[in-house]
Every structure is written in C-alpha cells, then in structure tokens.
C-alpha cells in the first residue's frame, strides 16, 4: 500500500451534487494549479520554498538538529518549545502521532526520557503558572521558535522561561539550554540570540509559519523529543516526487484537491477531518491552521473543522447526520493498527457482546469506520477518504506534504494567495491599542469607547 491514498469515490453520491464528469473538468485547473506551484508564476510565490523543501534538506543540516536535539535532550528533564500558530502546531501534531497515548505517565528523565512540552501558543495565565510549577523540580531547557521574531504570546512565554532558566543556571548555562528558532537576520528573537549566544537555526525566508513543520520549526522539537526525523523527511520527499511526477488520477494531492474544489463549489462549504484514531486529533488542528489560514480571506473558503470517532459521534455525530447539509467529510483511515487486542468471551454473556468474541478492537473501529460512512454519504455528507497504512514517522512525513501541496492547490483554484495571512494583524492591532502600546494611544481610545 502507498503511503497515502486518497479516495473520492463516495463524493458522488446524489445528495453532493458533484460528479465524476465535474471532476474530469476540473482536471486542467488543478493540473495548472499544480504546475504554478512548481513553476513559481502564481500568486505568492515568494513563499513556495515548501515545495522542494523534503527532497532538499542534506544530512548535514539534519545532523546539526540531531546533535543540538541531543544536547538538550542531556541537558534536560523537560525541554519546552515555545511558539504560537505554524510555529507549533506541526511539531505537537507529530509528537502526538508518534508518541504513545500515555507517555505523560512516565517521569521525564534527562537522557533517558526527557519530555517536550509546549508553550506561548495562548496567554493564559493559568496555562503559565501550571506550566512553571509544573517544572520546577526538573531540569528544564527551551526551544523558542519565532520566524518574526517578535509575536507576543511566544515572546512573552520566552521572557518567563529565559528569566528562570538564568536564575537557575545562571547566563552561561542558560546559553548551553537555550535554542532559537527565527529568522536569518530580522526580529527581536534574532537580535537577543546573537547577544545572548544562543545555538540558532533559521527558518528560510520563503517558507511560511503553516508550511515549516519540516523546517528546524518542526524537525528540532521532534528530534528532542525521539522521533526519527530522517524517516519524517523521507515520507515528506516520497510524497513531493509523487505529487509533481503522478498523473492526475494517481496523484493524492490533486486528487484531494479537486473532489474539495468540487465539493465547495457545490455548495458544501464546511469540511471536517475525521480521524478514529485519538493521537492524530492534533493533525486535525495543524490542518486546521494549514487550510483555515491559507484559504479563508475575500470573503471565500472552505471552513475546516475536525473530529475524533467514535468519540464525537456521541457529540458532533447528530449534526453531521441531520444538520445543514453544507458538510462534507475527509477521514484519515489506517489499514493497520501497531498494536493488537482481542475481545474474550464471556460466560455469562451479561452485556450482550459474544458476537465480538474473538475480533480484534481493531476490526470493531473499521466496521465503525465503514458504517459511518455509508450512515453519513446517505445522510447527504460526501465523504474523501485518506488512507493510511499505518501511523509511523514515514506515512505522517507524507500526509503532512500531501495535504500542503493540496493546500497549494486548493488556494489557487479558489483564485486567492495561500501564502498570505492579512486577517491576522486585526486582532493584534486592538490587543496592542488596549494594552496601551507606545504609537497605538488614538486607537486605544476609540476601542475603549466601544466596549
Ligand atoms: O502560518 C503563519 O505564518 C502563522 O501562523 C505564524 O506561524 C504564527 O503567527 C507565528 O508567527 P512567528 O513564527 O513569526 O512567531
């Protein structure tokens, strides 16, 4: 089995009204889309450094993260990564794909087991002072990754951290426990490193915040924390040559694409990630970013939800069978669990289950798997299935690149910049005008006056 496969057959079901003739037509548009991505003509093509991005990264540079991830990882019990948006959500996506359901159970140990966890991501003071008293009996180091440079949430986690881990082990062992993540040459968090002599790596100017999961941004806080980040970028590059090289009906990125285009311009314009598997919940919010931030401007867009089932079948699954019918449904499918668990007989046969004697869990989830999307597909939800052969470091290096360069895709047939993100500056500008920000006193003013 490939390393992802991507399925629109039940997309054509009467209730979509898409079918496989609109996906024919759709084909040239895609298959140009595609090309602009390669070509570097189309709109923001100042960030497609993502592109070629796996199948360019030497052993070097992956031998300089692994040699820095194993100085942290010596140094400390609890290595914290700090960063907000495409700054974090890649790296948390993987780490709970690759990580055992239960890890946090194990005390973190310097060495041996040293646990990343993650910050600057809000600005609960709350999640902070928990995260502090969390800590304070362990060895602790940080990653700060910050392409600006100047962000608030990361940068006032960062002031916390940095403050605690100087009065611990004073400015020269701060210097040993410190890493930055940020730009060549801009930003505050490059000025304070270069002073600081903090060990740096760069995230490339033409890589994006939502694109650089497999930059330093992402690849260092995995290698901290174990996983095979060789093996990540290697899925990454399979899928970046299949993606450019594979015809359109063996292509899972213009596959995707298209039956989403379709669907969107169909009317269905909500589309939830589903996956039954609890570790990828958080791939769920890094597609999230991914599609949210690249598509949604010009009053167009996709708007991306997601779910875990069975669990949110008992939540969400009502509105998704009975609800508006703007919905369709991408679910992450894997053909192979890593672990195996069968159901016993039982004598007394009290709760009605000897039918499942015998089966695997496993089995269970994919009949569930099955029936939830006949149940849905009848119920008017078109359903794109992703399959998976199994969750491994591989298989998740290229989902993540399959799905960005279907985002790329996608954003172009839509007609806008996938690179760009202006609706983000709103927010920031009010929050800076209420905090009294030198430079922003009329604005503060005026919102003040509306609230
Ligand atoms: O995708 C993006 O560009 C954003 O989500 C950024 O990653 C996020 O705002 C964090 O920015 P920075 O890395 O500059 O702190």
Known sequence: MKSVNVRIDKIFA????????????LRPEIEQANELLHSGKGKGNDFLGW???????????????QA????????????IAIGIGGSYLGAKAVLEALSGSFDSLTAPKKGVNPRVVFAGQN?????????????????????????????????????????????????????????????????????????????????????GG???????????????????????VAGAAEMEKLTADAPFGENPAMLYAAARTALYRAGKKVEILASYEPKLQNIGEWWKQLYGESEGKEGKGIFPASVTLTADLHSMGQYIQEGERTLFETVIRIAEPAHTFKIEADKENLDGLNFLAGKHIG???????????????????????????????HTIGALLYMFEKACGIS?????????????????????????????????????????
């Not at 820095?68 to 290595?79: C, N, P, S, T």
């Not at 008293?133 to 602790?140: H, L, W």
């Not at 760009?420 to 009294?436: S, T």
């Open 14 to 25: 009467p209730a979509s009204a898409v079918t496989a003739a609109d996906i024919d037509a």
């Open 51 to 65: 592109v070629n991005l796996p199948s360019s990264i030497t052993e070097a540079q992956l031998s300089e993260i």
């Open 68 to 79: 820095a991830a194993e100085v942290l990882r010596g140094e400390a019990d609890i290595i």
């Open 123 to 207: 600005i609960s003071e709350d999640y902070t002072w928990e995260l502090m008293e969390a800590v304070k009996n362990y060895d602790i180091a940080t990653i700060v990754i910050s392409k600006s440079g100047t962000t608030t949430e990361p940068a006032i986690a960062f002031r916390i951290i940095r403050d605690q881990i100087e009065k611990r082990y004073g400015k020269e062992g701060a210097a040993r426990r410190i890493v930055a993540v940020t730009d060549e040459s801009k930003g505050a968090l490059r000025k304070l490193a270069d002073t600081e002599g903090y060990k740096t790596f760069v995230i490339p100017d033409n890589v």
């Open 210 to 232: 939502r694109y650089s999961v497999l930059t330093p941004v992402g690849l260092l806080p995995l290698a901290v924390a174990g996983v095979d980040i060789r093996a990540l």
């Open 363 to 393: 089995e269970v989830n994919k009949m569930a798997i099955l029936g939830t999307m006949l149940a849905h597909v009848d119920g008017g939800v078109p359903n794109i299935a992703v399959e998976l052969p199994k969750i491994d470091a």
């Open 411 to 451: 954003g172009y047939a839509l007609g806008v910049n996938p690179f760009d993100q202006p609706g983000v500056e709103a927010y920031k500008k009010n929050m800076f005008a209420l905090l009294g920000k030198p430079g922003y006193e009329k604005e503060g003013e005026a919102l003040r006056a509306r609230l």
